[in-house]
Nanobody, 118 residues
Framework: QVQLVESGGGSVQAGGSLRLSCVTS????????MAWFRQPPGQEREWVAA??TRTGDTAYADSVKGRFTISTVALQMNSLKPEDTAMYYC?????????????????WGQGTQVTVSS
């Protein structure tokens, strides 16, 4: 099993920055990619960004491209907007499945809340 624990959420004004961390433990050798998803209130979970843990390849949703930076341990969020307000989840997966689909991920953290005020 793999355990994921997120931290770093909070409240910030528009234009500000936050850094979300994701600490992994357990059978981490099973992990081939990590991603961040977010779920705004009353909406479905959406993909934010992903990184290949063996290749270092990264990908971003259009809505965050140029503002967010993902690594295997964190998500740096700059120039935050009110529409970034959501519960943010770290996720990890093994081989197979597309890294933008929640169903591809076997392991999830408990989530951390990000609130951006205008």
């Amino acid at each position: 099993q793999v355990q994921l624990v997120e931290s770093g959420g909070g409240s910030v004004q528009a234009g500000g920055s936050l850094r979300l961390s994701c600490v992994t433990s357990g059978a981490t050798d099973r992990i081939y990619a990590m991603a961040w998803f977010r779920q705004p209130p009353g909406q479905e979970r959406e993909w934010v960004a992903a990184v290949g843990t063996r290749t270092g390849d990264t990908a971003y949703a259009d809505s965050v491209k140029g503002r967010f930076t993902i690594s295997t341990v964190a998500l740096q969020m700059n120039s935050l907007k009110p529409e970034d307000t959501a519960m943010y989840y770290c996720a990890a997966k093994g081989l197979g499945g597309h890294w933008s689909r929640p169903s591809s991920f076997n392991y999830w953290g408990q989530g951390t809340q990000v609130t951006v005020s205008s």
